[in-house]
């Protein structure tokens, strides 16, 4: 009896480990890489006028800044997170965060636009393979039940707050150093990060496969062919051939990768995951959300900087308001709200908020004050925070345990094409409305560059405020759902 507990004994380390040995370190290791990526997106958004400056960006060039990151990191999620099924996800996750890093150091030594770009690009490349396995790492280390809900509800407000944090962040950096901080900063994070992943995340098995690179590949060029025809027709208009070809180009990369994914032994993206009215529904609700909230941050951050003359960090710090009720809102929408009031009834009066306070912008003017953005602010995060939660758990509904992975991936998709094209868009419609405008006689040069902004932002907001009238739609008529258990709802989310 002796001798048979001698192999027992010695098999247990190699069993897999659903609870961490240091679970609070995995947890603290885990949201502080969740908040870098999404940070990121948002930081460089109140250092944008002096890159402008600084290297001598175009308007139009100026979004790329935004769009290299959101492409590379949105287009290549899906192979990120089968790199982590395949790979073992804490090598994937540690690979992500060091490239990340790296492009981060990189980025903050740029001396030129195009040099800053592509320090973007690898930038959302390296965020591209960290996310995935962020989140796997997350419901895999945590059993199921209280721990593991609370767990999601840290990640989930780290995930919805760190885009308008990074705006406090980076006006705070830009005003005391430079534009350069907004990059640097990221690399002791870093550092930390991968440090104690490497300490305390416990592997995971490998699993053998292919990686679909004909769908990763056909799928990120298809999406960046058309942000670059739009991105290009806000300065050379629709006409313009090089607008055209990017466009056409474009949607056949995408019509080539449906083709792919449908004949792929291991599809990267299985299309049966939208056979369902209500994901498909959310997935594409999300996309119109965040395209129009984050072109509104893109238009906001110069208007406050540009038109009411305020500083990076008072420009940063006016988005506080904004960060604290998302906040706020999505820690009630997940533990009392949505149980409380059912999921549709959240998301519909989350997008019906985040409505108004869109076109609440549309009116802002030379004269208005900040407590006219204020207020647009408070009811955005509001709105924003209240349909997060519902919108997530709507895109993961009725998912098979062996497709959570590709659905979960879908989800953050969404989100950066909806940020990338959405700005795009935007941009597009701001230079139309910026070369049209009609300006008095007489004014003078800081007037008239005034009045040209404000004349785009107009448009812009009014672009946005459309693009969230979509997803109120979307929200209130095609993601219908019959009624689950309270329980299960508040764990999805």
């Given amino acids: 009896m002796a001798e048979a507990s001698i192999p027992v004994r010695s098999l247990r380390p190699l069993r897999p480990r659903r609870r961490p040995e240091r679970p609070r370190l995995v947890l603290a290791t885990i949201l502080t890489a969740q908040l870098m990526v999404v940070l990121d997106m948002s930081i460089v958004n109140v250092a944008l006028p002096q890159m402008q400056r600084a290297l001598d960006f175009t308007p139009t060039g100026l979004s790329w800044v935004l769009n290299a990151y959101s492409l590379a990191f949105g287009g290549l999620l899906l192979l990120g997170a089968r790199s982590g099924d395949l790979l073992g ?15 981060s150091l990189a980025g903050g030594f740029a001396t030129t636009g195009a040099a ?62 430079s534009w350069r901080w907004v990059m640097w900063v990221n690399v002791p994070i870093g ?24 769908g990763a590949i056909t799928s990120t060029l298809g999406v960046s062919g058309l942000v670059y025809g739009f991105v290009h027709a806000a300065s050379d208009g629709w006409g313009d051939s090089v607008t055209l070809v990017s466009i056409a180009l474009g949607v056949a990369l995408l019509a080539a990768f449906i083709t792919i994914e449908r004949s792929a032994e291991e599809p990267i993206t299985p299309l049966s995951l939208f056979a369902s009215r209500i994901r ?34 008072r420009a940063g710090l006016a988005f506080l308001p904004l960060t604290a009720m998302l906040f706020v809102a999505s820690q009630a929408a997940s533990r009392v709200l949505v149980e409380r009031f059912g999921e549709r009834i959240v998301l519909v009066v989350g997008a019906s908020l985040t409505t108004l306070s869109l076109l609440w912008l549309t009116r802002l003017d030379a004269g208005s004050g900040y407590t006219d953005v204020l207020l647009s602010l408070v009811v955005l995060g509001l709105g924003n925070g209240l349909a997060f939660v519902p919108l997530t758990s709507s895109a993961l509904h009725g998912v098979q345990p062996h497709e959570a992975g590709a659905a979960s ?17 935007l941009v597009t419609v701001s230079g139309h409305a910026s070369r049209s405008v009609d300006l008095a006689p007489g004014l003078g040069a800081v007037a008239r560059a005034h009045e040209t902004f404000l004349s785009g932002a107009h448009a ?12 109120l739609v979307l929200v209130t008529f095609v993601i219908r759902r019959e009624q689950v258990p309270a329980e299960v709802t508040v764990d999805r989310g």
């Fill in 89 to 103: 996800r804490r090598p994937t996750f540690l690979a992500g965060i060091t490239l990340f890093t790296l492009a």
């Fill in 116 to 177: 800053l770009v592509a320090a973007r690009v690898i930038q959302g490349l390296g965020a591209a393979f960290a996310a995935p396995a962020t989140l796997s790492l997350l419901t895999t280390m945590f059993p199921e039940g209280r721990e593991r809900t609370r767990a999601l509800g840290l990640y989930t407000a780290v995930s919805i707050g760190g885009a308008s944090f990074g705006m406090v962040v980076g006006g705070i950096l830009t005003e005391i150093a």
């Fill in 191 to 214: 550092l930390v990060v991968a440090t104690t992943a490497w300490l305390a995340v416990p592997h995971t098995p490998r699993r053998h496969g292919r990686f679909d690179l004909a």
């Fill in 280 to 313: 498909s529904g959310a997935l594409l609700a999300r996309m119109f959300l965040i395209a129009g909230a984050m072109g509104a941050f893109f238009f906001l951050t110069q208007y406050l900087q540009d038109v009411l003359d305020l500083s990076p960090v």
């Fill in 409 to 425: 991936g879908l989800v953050n998709v969404a989100q950066q094409l909806g940020s990338a094209l959405g700005l795009a868009g």
């Fill in 460 to 471: 812009a907001f009014q672009a946005a405020t459309v693009m969230l009238v979509v997803t």
